[in-house]
Nanobody, 124 residues
């Protein structure tokens, strides 16, 4: 069983920055793709950014390209999401996810393990 715990969310003004962190349990963390998703009020959960198992490749697909970056530390079992130039439309609950059974890294349905989420609120 894998447990993911996010932290770092909060209230920030538009244009500000936040750094989200996800801590994972288990010894197999370094084998799997990790990703961040966002769920805004009234919307489906959407992919934000992902990172390959080794950390060498950033997996893009989301709408925040250019304002975000991702990193992981496989010794500490952590993955972080740095978000800059935040906009009110970036508001939502941000989830850390682990893709373990194959499938598409940017698909919420294909990701196997999820954290409880951390709230990010960007005020205008």
């Amino acid at each position: 069983q894998v447990q993911l715990v996010e932290s770092g969310g909060g209230l920030v003004q538009a244009g500000g920055s936040l750094r989200l962190s996800c801590a994972a349990s288990g010894s197999t963390f370094s084998r799997y793709v990790m990703g961040w998703f966002r769920q805004s009020p009234g919307k489906e959960r959407e992919f934000v950014l992902g990172i390959s198992a080794s950390g060498g490749t950033t997996l893009w697909r989301g709408s925040m390209k250019g304002r975000i970056s991702i990193s992981r530390d496989n010794r500490k079992n952590t993955v972080e999401l740095q978000m800059n130039s935040l906009k009110p439309e970036d508001t939502g609950v941000y989830y850390c996810a682990s893709l373990r059974s194959g499938g598409a890294y940017d698909s919420a349905q294909d990701n196997d393990y999820w954290g409880q989420g951390t709230q990010v609120t960007v005020s205008s």
